[in-house]
Nanobody
Framework: HVQLQASGGGLAQPGGSLRLSCTGSGFTLNTYAIGWFRQAPGKEREGVSCISSRGITYYADSGKGRFTISRDNAKNTVFLQMNSLKPEDTAVYYC?????????????????WGKGTQVTVSS
């Protein structure tokens, strides 16, 4: 039974940092693509970052140069380091998983979703 647990959200000041964690159970992380998504109030959910089973990373333009996704297979955990946070980063952040080891686009049609973690960037 695949489960994902996102954590690490909270309140940060503009320019600050947070590190989100997504810990999986019931599956082997290195055969899955893991993505981070977010949804702000009144807006549609959007992709933030993705890491393929091969370790290839992808970023939305909004996070390029500020966010870093990484994976610790031994801990079955994916991290999203978010630096230089902006108020517009405020959202509920979700991690999602898809069993995929191919070379195509990994973070589409995600199969499993965790509960979100709230990120609020405010002074």
């Amino acid at each position: 039974h695949v489960q994902l647990q996102a954590s690490g959200g909270g309140l940060a000041q503009p320019g600050g940092s947070l590190r989100l964690s997504c810990t999986g159970s019931g599956f082997t992380l290195n055969t899955y693509a893991i993505g981070w998504f977010r949804q702000a109030p009144g807006k549609e959910r959007e992709g933030v970052s993705c890491i393929s089973s091969r370790g290839i990373t992808y970023y939305a333009d909004s996070g390029k140069g500020r966010f870093t996704i990484s994976r610790d297979n031994a801990k079955n955990t994916v991290f999203l380091q978010m630096n230089s946070l902006k108020p517009e980063d405020t959202a509920v952040y979700y991690c999602a998983a898809r069993p995929y080891t191919g070379w195509g686009t990994p973070c589409i049609d995600m199969d499993y979703w965790g509960k979100g973690t709230q990120v609020t960037v405010s002074s």
